[in-house]
């Protein structure tokens, strides 16, 4: 496994003191042309800025799947996932059968990632089921965004062998649309992301929308998920807003995490979010509401402690 490790002052305005020796934590985020990366980042930069005592990495990962087993097995002290991930990860659902991971608990919902079906101007596809036949990605394997598109696929009555699925990372799918090697490909990310961004600057890039009848049966399936619009000019050259689905993502930690860890890394998501922002506008969804909203899974003891210190309403699923 890559990891980065990101250059950070060795002095710091400290939260509150929490050791004196210095520990690491180990952030598990996604690949490099996605939201978690730099994201997840951020989140490094903050701890290391403004907590005492802590050296905080951001790790290069498969995403979602993946960083649930890292956190499970102690590999990694955090980590960020899909929120459909961690529900299934914490119940033992779906590709989580038969191994429930019961110490996974939530810090807190983040943003909401939006799955974008991106295809090259004249490609002629406007539905799901124009894409039969074609070579289109679905994400990484084990990745959150393999995951969407499955529940999306099999919701809408198809699946992955009504197309010829490659199983591409970000960039590798923004490359094979570039190169012509795929048709259309999936994200499902914080919009807006880099690979898309750096595609849309070399060729005519077209973002597909979902008809309602497509949305509203992966909306019956899948309650995690909710409608989402994709904003005007959010790519180049697009005119136009795109209907889509969104799904949230959880900064998840094990139940051993410290309390006071898990307390003080969430007061820094919601009281240091504009740094956060100047890192990637995702962040402009990182707010109280939206998490207590959005979280689908119990919250960590030190987390919950500060969401009740803010008067926030946390729900009863929410608690242990």
């Known amino acids: 496994m890559q ?3 990101y250059a950070l002052a060795a002095t710091a305005i400290a939260v509150a003191p929490l050791a004196a020796a210095e520990q690491q934590l180990s952030i598990a985020t996604g690949g490099t042309g996605g939201t978690y990366y730099p994201y997840g980042g951020g989140l490094a930069e903050l701890i290391n800025k403004h907590l005492d005592g802590y050296d905080a990495v951001a790790e290069v990962t498969g995403a979602s799947v993946e960083n649930m087993g890292l956190v499970w097995r102690g590999d990694s002290d955090a980590a960020l996932a899909l929120a459909d991930t961690v529900y299934q990860a914490y119940h033992g659902t779906d590709d989580f059968e038969g191994r429930q991971l019961d110490n996974i608990r939530a810090l807190a919902s983040i943003y909401p990632n939006a799955l974008q079906l991106v295809t090259l101007e004249g490609a002629d596809i406007e539905s799901l089921r124009d894409l039969e036949g074609m070579r289109v990605s679905v994400g990484a394997p084990g990745s959150g965004t393999e995951l969407n598109v499955r529940a999306l696929f099999e ?7 009504d197309i010829d699925a490659q199983r591409l990372n970000f960039n590798e799918t923004a490359d094979a649309l570039r190169d012509g090697d795929i048709l ?3 994200w499902s990310v914080g919009p807006p992301t880099s690979s ?5 600057t070399t060729r005519n890039v ?3 929308n979902l008809n309602e009848e497509e949305i509203n049966n992966v909306l019956e399936e899948e309650p995690v998920f909710a409608a989402y619009e994709l904003r005007a000019g959010l790519y180049e050259g697009m005119d136009e807003a795109v209907q889509t689905i969104g799904i949230p993502n959880v900064l998840v930690a094990s139940s051993e995490m410290d309390d006071e860890v898990a307390y003080q890394i969430t007061k820094l998501l919601f009281e240091r979010t504009s740094e956060l922002i100047d890192i990637h506008p995702a962040a402009n969804d990182t707010t109280v509401e939206f998490s207590v909203n959005s979280t689908p899974i119990p919250f960590h003891a030190g987390a919950l402690r500060y969401y009740e210190e803010v008067g926030a309403e946390v729900s009863d699923k929410q608690r242990e």
Do not use: K
Not at 196 to 200: F, G, K, T
């Open 3 to 5: 990891v980065i490790r």
């Open 155 to 161: 919701s809408n009555g198809m699946t992955f062998e």
């Open 184 to 186: 259309a490909g999936f």
């Open 196 to 200: 898309i961004l750096n595609l849309a």
């Open 206 to 208: 077209t973002l597909v």
